[in-house]
């Protein structure tokens, strides 16, 4: 397959056009307006400092429905203590600063560059990207961010300081998911660790098969904070 070469244009090619290993796209920015639009097709970008901009469209895709979601028994039990405090959207860049610096067992340095920093964060202030955080009293010891079109909640990345609060808030974010009428969390890539939380992964061709009917919905823009808080008050 071709490796197509991003203009400032704003489009991609198909995502069935993507290597095996998913990749299709080099170049272009990361601009709110051309982020939403990978998403929307399917796409989003990874890469690492000092590379140009890579898009990938991975076959297959990981995936978890939220009513398919069943905390673990111990999760559950680590919930009940009540030690920690799970929040929305309450501190975007600090949980987004965390996972850049969180090491992963299977790469070295980080994915999340100055540009996607700068790329997620201003689409925070568009109403389009979130936050999900734990923490114990004043301190932030457990998040994750991704961004939500129509019924959708793309999944970005998740750090965690002491045991399970990144589990804590991958449960926060199906419970509030499934209420707030979400159909489906993009998990993008196949990982174990998302696979013992139930994710799984699905046929491209599936996935957008999903994609494409969720995104004919209404975005539900701004803070989720307030949306979030009352939720909790209302299953607490």
């Excluded at 490796?3 to 990749?23: H, I, M, T, V």
């Excluded at 990361?30 to 991975?58: H, K």
């Excluded at 979601?69 to 860049?93: C, G, N, V």
């Amino acid at each position: 397959m071709p490796l197509y070469l991003l203009s400032e244009k704003l489009a991609f090619p198909s995502p069935d056009q993507a290597d095996a290993e998913g990749l299709l796209a080099v170049g272009g920015d990361l601009s709110p307006q051309r982020l939403v639009l990978a998403y929307s097709t399917g796409i989003f970008p990874w890469y690492s400092e000092g590379e140009p901009i890579l898009w990938w469209s991975p076959d297959p895709r990981m995936v978890i429905r939220p009513e398919e979601y069943h905390p673990s028994k111990s999760l559950q039990k680590e919930a009940r203590k009540k030690t920690y405090r799970i929040s929305m959207d309450e501190a975007f860049e600090e949980v987004l600063d965390e996972c850049a610096l969180m090491l992963r067992h299977d790469q070295e340095g980080t994915w999340i560059t100055q540009g996607m920093k700068q790329g997620y964060t201003e689409l925070f202030q568009h109403g389009v990207a979130h936050s999900i955080e734990c923490w114990l009293d004043d301190q932030l010891v457990g998040g994750l961010y991704g961004l939500s079109l129509g019924k959708v909640f793309f999944g970005e990345s998740m750090f965690s300081k002491r045991s399970n609060t990144s589990k804590l808030c991958f449960w926060a974010l199906n419970d509030f998911a499934q209420n707030y009428g979400l159909e489906f969390i993009d998990c993008q890539l196949h990982n174990p660790h998302l696979e013992s939380l139930g994710a799984y992964t699905i046929p491209r061709k599936e996935y957008l098969q999903w994609l494409y009917p969720a995104l004919q919905h209404d975005t539900h823009l701004g803070p989720w904070t307030e949306d979030f808080a009352q939720h909790k008050k209302n299953n607490s």
